[in-house]
């Protein structure tokens, strides 16, 4: 961030992104530090505390940041879809996507067979 411009111009520069020409990133970039100036210039307190960096809630981290700064909505998908394009972890589960169990069958679905091949109960 170049806060030089702020004494002869009255603007404040961000050099965080790359340099892109694609549309969507461009959006996604203004629209974030838009955000950014708005939770600086409105908020009423701000931490000191570094956050530690754990790659498996890294993605729903910066998810939930996005979302105190206000980015929620349709009309801010893509900010959120391109903000967080190449974050590793999972956005929606802040200790990864749980693993299925092995899905036991139901006791009213399986049918005993017995050694003689016949099912108990059935007559035919």
Known sequence: MNLHNVWYRGTVEFRW???TLHAGRIKAYLQFCLAVAAKALNGRAASSR???F????AKYDFRVFLLHLGLIGDEF???RKHLMANMPG???FKNG????EDVLPDETTTTLINEAGQVPGLTV
């Open 54 to 57: 754990d790659p498996q809630s």
């Open 77 to 79: 998908k893509t900010a």
């Open 97 to 100: 996507r749980p693993k299925p």
């Open 17 to 19: 992104f790359e340099a």
């Open 90 to 92: 999972d956005a929606a």
């Open 50 to 52: 570094k956050r530690d």
